[in-house]
C-alpha cells in the first residue's frame, strides 16, 4: 500500500499543472480579445480585416498551448512559423501571420506586458512573394459561360463570375455590393474595399449584360416577396438574403472543376487574372492599382511578376541562347 501516497502526490502536481495551464490560457485569450478590441475601436479597421487577425491568433494560441507569449524569444518563435509551414500553410498565409505576430506583439508592448519585443526581428521576405495564379486568357470564356440553364440559379452564378473578372473585386466586396451601388448604363460600380474605402470600377459589356439579365430575371424572383429595404445587397441567396463569401467560393470551385482548370482556382484567382490580363493588355500599373483598391504600389507590382516569368518562358524557348 506503499504507492498510494505517491499517487495522491502525483495527481496533485497534476491538478496543479492544469490549474495553472487553465489560468494562462485565460490570460491568452483575455490579451487576444483586447487586442481585437483595440483593432476595432482604436484603429478602425474592417471587419474582415479584425477576423483575420482573429484567425491568426487562434492558431497561434493553439500552439503557445497554455504557454504565455510574454515569455517568448525570437527563437520560439521561429519555431512557431516552422509550425505553421508543417501544418501546410502557403508562405503567403505565413507572411500574413507574421504580420499579425508584430502587430500583437506591438500592443502587448503598449499594455505594458511586455518590455523586450521578439517579434520587431521577424522579417517577411521578399522571397516568399509567389507569383500569383492565373487563369489563361484563352480559358477564360469557358469558365465565365460553365453555368449552364440546367443550373437553378445559372444567371446569378454567371453574373458573380463575370462580375469577379470583370473588377477584380474581393469576394468580401462582391457579396457586400448593393444594387444601388452598380449602375449598368453608365458602366460602373463601387466596390467598398479595406477600411470602407470606396472606389470606382468600371464593367465590361459582357458583365454588364450578365447583370442585367441577372437583376431582371433570377433576382427578381429571389426577391419577390422581400421588402427591397431588406434586400439592398446586388447578389441573393436562394432566400433572397446577401450571399455569404464562403458561397461565392464554393460555386467558383464547382465551376472550375466544371470548365476542367485548375481545381484550387478560387474568387482571388479570378481577381489575379483581372490584373494579370490587364497589364498584359498594355493597362497602366497605377490605373490597376486604383481598380484593385490596393493602399500601395508595390503590392499592385507582383503583377508584373507574372509578365516577367512569362517573358522568361518565351526567351527560353525562343531564344538561341535560351
Same mark, same amino acid.
Request: hydrophobic residues 40%; proline residues 5%; positive net charge.
Given at each position: 500500500?506503499?504507492?498510494?501516497?505517491?499517487?495522491?502526490?502525483?495527481?496533485?502536481?497534476?491538478?496543479?499543472?492544469n490549474q495553472t495551464s487553465a489560468k494562462l490560457e485565460t490570460t491568452i485569450a483575455s490579451?487576444?480579445?483586447?487586442?481585437?478590441?483595440?483593432?476595432?475601436?482604436?484603429?478602425?479597421?474592417?471587419?474582415?480585416?479584425?477576423?483575420?487577425?482573429?484567425?491568426?491568433?487562434?492558431?497561434?494560441?493553439?500552439?503557445?498551448?497554455?504557454?504565455?507569449?510574454?515569455?517568448?524569444?525570437?527563437?520560439?518563435?521561429?519555431?512557431?512559423?516552422?509550425?505553421?509551414?508543417?501544418?501546410?500553410?502557403?508562405?503567403? &498565409?505565413?507572411?500574413?501571420?507574421?504580420?499579425?505576430?508584430?502587430?500583437?506583439?506591438?500592443?502587448?508592448?503598449?499594455?505594458?506586458?511586455?518590455?523586450?519585443?521578439?517579434?520587431?526581428?521577424?522579417?517577411?521576405?521578399?522571397?516568399?512573394?509567389?507569383?500569383?495564379?492565373?487563369?489563361?486568357? &484563352?480559358?477564360?470564356?469557358?469558365?465565365?459561360?460553365?453555368?449552364?440553364?440546367?443550373?437553378?440559379?445559372?444567371?446569378?452564378?454567371?453574373?458573380?463570375?463575370?462580375?469577379?473578372?470583370?473588377?477584380?473585386?474581393?469576394?468580401s466586396e462582391v457579396s457586400d455590393m448593393l444594387l444601388a451601388n452598380v449602375f449598368l448604363?453608365?458602366?460602373?460600380?463601387?466596390?467598398?474595399?479595406?477600411?470602407?474605402?470606396?472606389?470606382?470600377?468600371?464593367?465590361?459589356?459582357?458583365?454588364?449584360?450578365?447583370?442585367?439579365?441577372?437583376?431582371?430575371?433570377?433576382?427578381?424572383?429571389?426577391?419577390?416577396?422581400?421588402?427591397?429595404?431588406?434586400?439592398?445587397?446586388?447578389?441573393?441567396?436562394?432566400?433572397?438574403?446577401?450571399?455569404?463569401?464562403?458561397?461565392?467560393?464554393?460555386?467558383?470551385?464547382?465551376?472550375?472543376?466544371?470548365?476542367?482548370?485548375?481545381?484550387?482556382?478560387?474568387?482571388?484567382?479570378?481577381?489575379?487574372?483581372?490584373?494579370?490580363?490587364?497589364?498584359?493588355?498594355?493597362?497602366?500599373?497605377?490605373?490597376?492599382?486604383?481598380?484593385l483598391g490596393h493602399a500601395s504600389i508595390e503590392t499592385t507590382q507582383i503583377y508584373t511578376?507574372?509578365?516577367?516569368?512569362?517573358?522568361?518562358?518565351?526567351?527560353?524557348?525562343?531564344?538561341?541562347?535560351?
Open positions: 500500500m506503499g504507492y498510494i501516497p505517491d499517487m495522491k502526490s502525483k495527481l496533485k502536481k497534476l491538478n496543479l499543472a490579451l487576444a480579445d483586447r487586442f481585437l478590441s483595440y483593432l476595432r475601436s482604436e484603429c478602425h479597421l474592417a471587419t474582415n480585416t479584425v477576423e483575420s487577425y482573429q484567425r491568426d491568433l487562434t492558431h497561434f494560441q493553439t500552439w503557445l498551448a497554455g504557454r504565455s507569449p510574454n515569455k517568448l524569444k525570437i527563437d520560439d518563435l521561429i519555431n512557431y512559423l516552422v509550425w505553421l509551414k508543417d501544418q501546410r500553410l502557403a508562405a503567403s &498565409s505565413i507572411a500574413r501571420h507574421i504580420v499579425s505576430l508584430r502587430m500583437f506583439y506591438k500592443f502587448l508592448q503598449l499594455e505594458a506586458a511586455i518590455t523586450d519585443n521578439p517579434a520587431e526581428l521577424l522579417t517577411t521576405p521578399k522571397l516568399w512573394r509567389r507569383v500569383p495564379t492565373v487563369i489563361h486568357a &484563352s480559358l477564360i470564356d469557358r469558365f465565365l459561360t460553365a453555368p449552364k440553364k440546367f443550373d437553378p440559379l445559372w444567371q446569378r452564378d454567371r453574373a458573380i463570375l463575370e462580375l469577379l473578372y470583370a473588377t477584380g473585386c474581393r469576394v448604363e453608365q458602366g460602373y460600380c463601387l466596390a467598398e474595399g479595406k477600411g470602407s474605402k470606396q472606389r470606382m470600377v468600371p464593367l465590361g459589356q459582357r458583365a454588364v449584360e450578365a447583370i442585367r439579365e441577372y437583376i431582371k430575371d433570377s433576382r427578381a424572383q429571389l426577391t419577390l416577396t422581400k421588402d427591397p429595404k431588406q434586400t439592398p445587397w446586388l447578389i441573393v441567396s436562394r432566400t433572397g438574403q446577401r450571399l455569404r463569401r464562403e458561397a461565392i467560393w464554393e460555386l467558383v470551385k464547382r465551376y472550375a472543376l466544371r470548365a476542367g482548370i485548375d481545381p484550387e482556382t478560387s474568387p482571388h484567382t479570378l481577381r489575379h487574372s483581372f490584373a494579370t490580363h490587364l497589364l498584359a493588355g498594355g493597362a497602366d500599373l497605377r490605373l490597376i492599382q486604383e481598380m511578376q507574372v509578365e516577367n516569368s512569362k517573358l522568361k518562358r518565351v526567351h527560353q524557348q525562343f531564344h538561341p541562347r535560351g
